[in-house]
């Protein structure tokens, strides 16, 4: 059986193509191992020829062993002097003088009150004194002809002419008019004070500061009643509220199973929770000798060494009452910031820049507190170290300082 040569053919391999595929595809891979290994070389002279932003800190020196906490408490910010004004008198608002926010001096009108009825009622008052002016003038009068006819009468008695009848009675008519004018001058002495009575009435719808201070509230609008106590309804019983802000304290409950460690004087550090990194230097002022049964507890007042106007009423306060400093060891430690400290290979380090190049340094640790942390040994106060410290850290790497 003869074998078909084109069929033998198509079996045959073709050596040239083989080759030639092969020698194609170890230039691909020589070529991908070239670009990956000239991208790490790029990569790894850039990082090396780099540097690497950090932000540092100053080592804070702190001398120890003069003051110890020995209790914390909280509390609010209270005034000594706050006061809600109010009026004397019940009586409609006419004006309201202040707002929110603004400072007043001592007398200082704050509102007025409808005055329209006193007013009528003092006019009245000083036409009801003109008129007895007026009646005493006559009076005089009066009392002068009854004098010259008693006179006239005594001599005519002398004379033998008049009785004594007629005697009698022109002495008592003079007599009267003594009296009425008497009484007509204490009648004048009496408008008078109507007049008073009446101008106070006035003075007592206006309503006054009593001290200095800041008006925290307002209470009421004009138009709207008032009354020095309440009466229901819609009558208001304040127009606004004013606090000293010179008599600004720290109030604080302090647990009776340890008010033993509070004394009067002692010094407080104090932090208000609006500002926490703003640490306050206070003294107690006084315990409130008596307790609260229904808590436990017995209240301090603690008095700040210099007010400050970001001190506002109601603010919460954390306070720290320290023990009276302590003059023989003081000892010196070391504070750096918690997030400056990392961890490398079990043990705790830090980091200093030494010539443009980043130093590790281990360090042994004391207390954290407040977001630092006390170093006991490996850095001094002439250090400044890295902070915070980021992943990539390590030491030999170049980095380009930024203080905050």
Do not use: H
Request: charged fraction near 25%.
């Amino acid at each position: 059986m003869a074998l078909d040569k084109s069929k033998l053919s198509d079996l045959k391999l073709d050596r040239d193509n083989e080759d030639r595929g092969g020698l194609g595809w170890l230039l691909w891979l020589i070529l991908v191992v070239a670009l990956t290994g000239g991208g790490f070389w790029a990569y790894q002279w850039s990082q090396k020829n780099s540097a690497m932003e950090v932000s540092t800190v100053a080592v804070r020196r702190v001398v120890t062993g003069e003051r110890a906490t020995v209790l914390n408490a909280t509390g609010y910010v209270e005034p000594r002097r706050l006061s809600t004004i109010s009026s004397k008198v019940t009586g409609k608002i006419t004006e309201v003088l202040v707002e929110e926010g603004m400072k007043v001096t001592k007398n200082q009108i704050l509102a007025r009150i409808d005055t329209t009825n006193i007013d009528a009622s003092l006019r009245l008052a000083k036409a009801q004194l003109e008129v007895s002016r007026t009646a005493i003038k006559e009076t005089e009068v009066r009392k002068r002809e009854a004098d010259l006819d008693l006179k006239r009468v005594a001599k005519l008695v002398k004379e033998g002419i008049s009785t004594q009848a007629e005697l009698d009675s022109a002495t008592a008519a003079f007599d009267a008019q003594v009296a009425l004018l008497a009484r007509q001058k204490e009648e004048i002495k009496v408008s008078q004070r109507q007049i008073e009575v009446w101008e106070q009435e006035l003075e007592d719808r206006v309503v006054r500061a009593p001290f200095d201070g800041v008006v925290v509230s307002k209470n009421a609008q004009p138009g709207e009643m008032i009354s020095p106590m309440s009466s229901g309804g819609f009558t208001r019983t304040g127009i606004c509220t004013i606090v000293d802000m010179s008599s600004l304290e720290i109030e604080v409950d302090v647990n009776e199973a340890y008010i033993n460690r509070v004394q009067p004087g002692m010094p407080v550090e104090a932090k208000l929770d609006a500002y926490q990194d703003w640490k306050i230097p206070c003294k107690v002022i006084a315990i409130i000798p008596t307790a609260d049964r229904s808590k436990a507890t017995v209240k301090v007042r603690i008095g700040f060494n210099e007010l400050d106007p970001r001190m506002l009423p109601d603010m919460g306060a954390k306070v720290a009452f320290q023990s009276v400093p302590n003059e023989a060891e003081p000892t010196v430690q070391f504070v750096v910031p918690s997030a400056a400290v990392a961890e490398r290979g079990g043990r705790e380090v830090v980091f200093l820049i030494n010539n443009g190049l980043v130093e590790r340094r281990a360090v042994a640790l004391g207390d954290e507190k407040d977001g630092e942390v006390t170093v006991l040994a490996g850095v001094n106060g002439s250090d400044t170290i890295i902070s915070p410290v980021s992943a990539g850290l390590k030491s030999g790497i170049k980095v380009k300082e930024t203080t905050e």
